[in-house]
């Protein structure tokens, strides 16, 4: 049978890619540094998914043929990467550099053992996952391994969507059990691959990964994030709870709408298309069945603030149109106001807002320089959410 190792065996890892690899065929070896996740997938070698777009008698998924290693014990690591066929990751993007020092060992063992052709994809919400972590992996690589992996070693980038939220599988389920929408997009840039490309159900190819990347992340990442900063401070516990809000639901729409106005003159997608891609992501937030929690979906805002991230990135590529972005700026100003003592992000956010001033923050973190129109916007959004 054939072998995929899949770095994080949470509930994403489990829910989404790895089932879809157990339904190609392959024996999924999860790596994670969690015992309870990994002692189970060794005991009971399979799990139950459960789809959560019907109640109550939701439809249930049976994954079979998977195991467990630890990610921190190094022979277990090595043997796993040497076996696998191809690797996949769901670890968070700030984890890639943890795992890349492995992943380099594993490369020139594969290489001193004769071994070809391997893929890598990282599957994270992240632009260009899979091309940063060969680039951390390319820092702990000999040079002498170096041409071995160009020429043997794919690392195609990927657009990735399905909601996962917690979930609890009740008297009959375990630890390892865990809950999905019906909806899933993996989307792989195909002219990456090294070697023949493996045939997995549900992975779609293309050549223009980009815009499928960015339309995904300043669609419904925008949407999913601007629900979260919105419904936080209005205190909202789910994202389908904070969209009956009707202002709330409001903002996001027309956020949403902004940037899909950006992304179809930048990539030319069709805007009637486009428009209806965006009323079935309102329906996905709005599923009753997926209690996804603000506080989850808004962890991280430092990150999310990012230049080229699910915010500002809209923000930008709308300005670079002259298009409006009043509704993406207002979410940027709601992302600042994120206050969660168990986010250290948000905390480091916090103090920085306090001590260097927001317009500083705005300059350092988003790029919007001080005294231009965009911060000037954002500070009025800002002072009238906090209002």
């Known amino acids: 049978m054939k072998t995929a190792l899949h770095f994080g065996a949470g509930n994403i890892g489990r829910g989404f890619i790895g089932a879809l690899l157990s339904d190609s065929g392959y024996h999924v070896v999860f790596a994670d540094v969690v015992e309870k996740l990994i002692n189970a997938l060794n005991e009971y070698k399979s799990y139950n998914i459960t789809i959560l777009d019907v109640a109550p008698d939701e439809p249930i998924k049976h994954i079979s043929n998977v195991s467990g290693i630890f990610s921190n014990n190094p022979e277990q690591l090595n043997a796993a990467i040497l076996d696998a066929e191809i690797i996949t990751t769901a670890v968070g993007p700030n984890v890639l550099r943890i795992i890349s020092r492995s992943l380099a060992a594993g490369i020139s063992e594969r290489k001193k053992q004769g071994k070809e052709y391997l893929n890598i994809i990282a599957c994270e919400n992240m632009t260009g996952a899979s091309g940063h972590l060969r680039d951390e992996i390319l820092k702990h690589l000999p040079e002498e391994d170096q041409e071995y992996m160009d020429t043997y070693v794919g690392f195609p980038n990927c657009a990735v969507d399905r909601i996962v939220p917690p979930f609890n599988p009740g008297p009959n389920g375990n630890v390892l059990s865990v809950g999905v929408e019906a909806f899933f997009e993996w989307i792989v840039e195909e002219p ?136 993406l700026l207002k979410a940027i100003a709601a992302c600042l106001l994120y206050d969660n003592k168990d986010d250290p992000q948000s905390v480091t956010l916090k103090k920085d807002i306090e001590s260097k001033g927001l317009e500083e923050v705005l300059e350092d973190v988003v790029g919007f320089k001080k005294g231009s129109k965009e911060s000037r916007q954002v500070l009025q959004a800002y002072n009238e959410l906090k209002a």
Do not use: W
């Open 192 to 327: 990456a691959f090294k070697g023949p490309r493996p045939e997995i159900k549900g992975m779609k190819l293309t050549d223009n990964l980009v815009a499928y990347v960015q339309r995904k992340l300043f669609t419904l990442n925008c949407g999913h994030a601007t629900t979260a900063y919105l419904g936080y401070l209005k205190g909202y516990k789910t994202v389908d709870e904070a969209l009956k809000d009707k202002s709330i639901e409001s903002t996001v729409h027309a956020a949403m709408k902004e940037s899909g106005a950006a992304l179809c003159k930048k990539h030319g997608f069709d805007e009637e298309e486009h428009g209806k891609y965006i009323e079935k992501i309102m329906n996905r937030f709005r599923n009753p069945y997926i209690k996804d929690d603000v506080a989850r979906v808004g962890r991280e805002p430092l990150r999310k603030l990012g230049p080229a991230d699910r915010l500002v990135g809209p923000a930008k590529m709308a300005d670079e149109f002259g298009l409006p972005k009043d509704n």
